[in-house]
């Protein structure tokens, strides 16, 4: 058990650049979520796959944001056209089966300049 | 839709026993867990409860009354280690958890 696996750790770009987060869970971990955190706030759900399937995405924040787990593997979560208000730890959590506690990568720093 | 509410902050003092609440309104409950967050570090799993009553796991205990939509995790014996924030989440109908703002613990020697 390696543990959730997120890259890269820090990303710094500029307003308008697309991003692009991968994570890696712990390999017998069926259910992948998404989260945003911001400062002094609890994580704040995004997205999750069940296998390969996206269960729900009506959460992400805009339509900038999307998110794929193609293999039921590895998951990627994209940001188009960053804002200023993207800037935030955007957490990545695995977990065996449903209702499960969640396993939780260390994060992806995103800074928009 | 769901809601948590915790307190903001909470200071005690390092070998004394520190009681943080938890209060939640939510359609379908599937679980209420407590996670421990440190500066700049991801979340950490604390405790699950999901049945009234109290779990206990070492210095960490937690509780739940489902009628009441309450939860609280106890420390015992603090150290200056767990300063920290620690999160309640309720896991709702959907099996999706919903976290609050957390609750920033600084133990004082």
């Known amino acids: 058990d390696t543990g959730v696996s997120q890259n890269p750790r820090h990303k710094i770009t500029k307003r308008g650049q697309n991003v692009t987060f991968r994570c890696d869970p712990i390999?017998?971990?069926?259910?992948l979520y998404w989260y945003r955190q911001t400062l002094g706030q609890g994580p704040e759900f995004l997205t999750y796959f069940q296998n390969e399937a996206q269960l729900e995405k009506s959460r992400l924040l805009s339509d900038r944001f999307s998110a794929e787990r193609p293999k039921g593997s590895f998951s990627t979560l994209e940001i188009q056209r960053t804002e200023q208000g993207d800037s935030a730890m955007y957490l990545c959590?695995?977990?065996?089966?449903?209702?499960?506690?969640?396993?939780f990568g260390d994060g992806t720093r995103l800074s928009i300049l | 839709g769901q809601n948590i509410d915790q307190p903001t902050e909470m200071t005690a003092t390092e070998g004394a026993i520190v009681q943080i609440n938890c209060t939640y309104q939510?359609?379908?409950?599937?679980?209420l867990f407590w996670y421990q967050q440190h500066a700049g570090e991801a979340p950490t799993f604390l405790s699950y409860?999901?049945?009234?009553g109290l779990e206990e796991k070492g210095r960490f205990s937690s509780f739940l009354s489902r009628s009441k939509g309450y939860s609280y995790l106890l420390l015992k014996e603090l150290q200056m280690k767990d300063s920290a924030s620690y999160l309640c989440a309720v896991q709702g109908g959907s099996y999706i958890p919903t976290f609050g703002r957390g609750t920033s613990l600084i133990v004082h020697p």
């Open positions: 409860n999901v049945l009234d």
């Open positions: 390999s017998e971990h069926n259910r």
């Open positions: 959590a695995s977990s065996q089966i449903t209702g499960q506690p969640q396993h």
């Open positions: 939510t359609s379908g409950f599937n679980g």
